[in-house]
């Protein structure tokens, strides 16, 4: 859905060019205007039918727009709690990194509701919630958020949270590995605008190097 959105709006301005073409062969309009040349009537009636479409689609857009659920993802590192577009999270076996998700939700949840973001992290390491998930749930490596779990706390609008997870390298797994990590959507349609507003990179840091490791 997310590539029929970008490939619309690519095209949106040769659409309206194309519809304009074909309605002034319908209907011309310039030749009512006595004021224009006849030479320079194909040219007005383009311009005039593409305002016209263009109009048209800018006001679909708004409505679709005002109707739509609006998902931001923000990776964190907890201690050092500044934002970036990359949020760094080195690890190893013996340190544990501290991670903060802010998810904010806005626009109608109670309309999209069946909207469910997903957060994948790797295999390689291991998760944990350090607080109750609201809304979600974390089942092995993988968060969980449903729109409709959201509903059913009374959050029908506008929605923030904050969720806080520890991180460690996975004994099952040795040496040096890194991963980037953004959040999915499953089960949307374009009514539902997933924006990672950042990506996590997980690092796992060979030995004991505890460089930008929480204790």
Known sequence: MGKLVSIYKYSKSFLS???????????????YIIIIPKSAYYTIDVAIYV???SAILTYIEDKIKARQ????VLFYNT?????????LLPLNTSKYGKLSIQIIVSG????????????????????????????????????TVRLSDLVKQNAENDFNTTLNFSLMQSSE??????SNVVG???????????????????NVVAGDDDDGISD
């Open 17 to 31: 060019l194309i519809a304009g073409v074909f309605a002034h062969l319908f209907i011309p309009i310039a030749q």
């Open 51 to 53: 305002a016209v479409f």
């Open 69 to 72: 659920t609006k998902i931001d």
């Open 79 to 87: 201690g050092k709690n500044t934002f970036s577009g990359e949020c």
């Open 108 to 143: 109608l949840i109670k309309a999209n509701n069946k909207a469910v973001l997903e957060i994948k992290f790797p295999a390689f390491v291991t998760v944990q919630s350090r607080k109750k998930i609201f809304g979600g749930s974390l089942k092995g490596n993988t968060v």
């Open 173 to 178: 797994f040795n040496g040096s590995m890194n």
């Open 184 to 202: 999915r959507l499953h089960q949307n349609s374009f009514m539902t605008v997933l924006n990672n507003k950042n990506r996590l990179k997980i």
